[in-house]
């Protein structure tokens, strides 16, 4: 009976013609795509190294257990069921109440896409530059000049082109086939890198800056709430990435064993990316520029290590390589959750849909492209709180709303993790919301300092 049931909505399923992933593990890269990017090769290593170093890590991997998984499994809980995108999907698990919760998933996801796309154009002249010219010994200046102002409209236009392209072959044959072959490269370029960086002589002082614990630290409200958002912005959580990415799945798909593959992935690149900066960072003394500010400890510090290092435009080519294909595989699927948006809800074409969602954001995006501080402001806003927002809505959701919850959890599970749904469910509902509206009120006051300090 099950099984005859199975079959009917396998056929079901089929004939909604909505497009599917190619095979299980290209949806899993795909949503490791979507996670490893710019938030863990930049920003984890530093606010670990200034938030308490092992410890931090330490708090980071217990938040994303506590609360990043869970959501994680709720969000792919609802759109494999949905079968639709943030918005659908929404409406579906909870009801036309929740259109709007739908609505502040794309918007966040226009948002970041605007300004991610910008940063990522800088990492794109830097590589140009490394395979082409070496690093200028002033790195410092030289990101000066590059950062804001038409170049960087230019190349911040240039990446949305490639984004826009990879969306618009759809899933299996543009974002499946772009991550199958980015992800494992990137893995490899990682490693490799980290192994290099721990013959250098700032390697154990690197290593000591980065890990060494300072367990008061993590106890500070504003470091903690850090962690958090953090663990959302690198997990992609939040905006309905891993919903919509989950919605192009088979029903029978094991969640929880994806879900805990692609969270080891991304905790362990961003892991990895710190054995790398520190002991390079180290080795030349340059502590000082690092703990100026995480954007200039990628742009400036790192930049000018590697001109002053025998290997170092080949290391430096590798490493911003790295960095532009992580940027690559996380702004198709911040790019995915728009278009999917407007396909559902507008009937539009493929096509048309990734021209027009991508058109407008790189329009938006032109704003940071001209002045960082409107990038730093966007990323305040978008990359952490809207993500908070919307990370306390899928708790409410699931834990408290939809009524089906628990039978999509629980399907294609293994009986392990079935034993574990109810652990699942009291973290959604009493463990998450206090933790995140505390993070929510942090990240507000952060926006506000924010605006003050740069406007
Ligand atoms: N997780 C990506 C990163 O670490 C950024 C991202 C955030 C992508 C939200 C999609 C959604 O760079």
Do not use: C
Not at 288 to 295: G, K, L
Not at 346 to 356: D, T
Not at 428 to 433: D, G, S
């Amino acid at each position: 009976m099950a099984n005859f049931q199975q079959e009917i909505e396998k056929h079901q399923a089929d004939t909604m013609d909505r497009e599917v992933f190619g095979t299980r593990l290209g949806f899993v890269l795909a949503a490791v795509g979507s996670a490893v990017g710019l938030g863990n090769m930049w920003r984890f290593s530093y606010t670990a190294a200034e938030g308490g170093g092992a410890a931090f890590v330490f708090l980071y991997i217990v938040l994303t257990l506590l609360i990043g998984i869970p959501i994680m499994l709720a969000e792919m809980a609802a759109g494999r069921a949905g079968r639709l995108s943030p918005i659908g999907a929404l409406k579906k698990a909870g009801g036309p109440a929740w259109a709007p919760m739908g609505f502040v998933y794309v918007s966040a996801g226009l948002l970041i896409l605007s300004y991610y796309s910008v940063i990522a154009g800088w990492v794109v002249r830097y590589s140009f530059q490394a395979i082409t010219g070496g690093f200028p010994a002033d790195a410092g200046a030289y990101f000066g000049e590059i950062s804001a102002g038409p170049t960087a409209a230019l190349f911040h236009l240039g990446f949305m082109v490639v984004t826009i392209l990879i969306v618009t072959k759809g899933v299996e044959k543009g974002i499946e086939r772009a991550s199958s072959i980015m992800m494992p490269a990137l893995f490899v370029i990682l490693v490799g890198l980290a192994i290099w960086a721990s013959t250098l002589d700032g390697a154990g002082e690197g290593y000591a800056y980065y890990l060494t614990p300072s367990w008061s630290d993590i106890l500070d409200g504003p470091t903690f709430a850090s962690a958090a958002a953090q663990a959302f912005f690198s997990l992609s959580l939040g905006m309905g990435a891993m919903l919509t990415f989950a919605s192009y799945l088979s029903k029978d798909e094991n969640l929880n064993r994806e879900a805990a593959v692609i969270s080891l992935a991304d905790f362990g690149v961003a892991f990895i990316a710190g054995l790398v900066v520190f002991p390079i960072v180290f080795a030349l003394g340059l502590q000082n520029d690092v703990s100026e500010s995480t954007v200039g400890a990628l742009f400036i510090a790192l930049p000018g290590a590697f001109a002053s290092m025998p290997a170092g435009r080949i290391v430096g080519s590798l490493f911003f390589l790295a960095l532009l294909v992580g940027a690559v595989t996380s702004a198709i699927s911040l790019l995915e959750v728009v278009v999917a948006s407007v396909i559902d809800e507008f009937g539009w074409e493929r096509k048309k849909a990734a021209l027009a969602a991508g058109s407008l954001i790189a329009v938006l995006g032109l704003a940071s492209a001209w002045d960082t501080d409107i990038l730093g402001l966007i990323d305040a806003i978008a990359g952490e709180l809207l993500l908070m927002i919307g990370g306390l809505g899928m708790a409410i959701l699931v834990g408290y709303v939809w009524k089906d919850a628990r039978t999509e959890l629980e399907r294609g599970a293994t009986p392990l993790f079935r034993a574990l749904l109810p652990i699942v469910f009291f973290f959604l509902r009493f463990v998450a919301p206090p933790i995140v509206i505390f993070v929510i009120y942090d990240r507000l006051l952060n926006v506000l300092n924010v605006i003050q300090t740069s406007f």
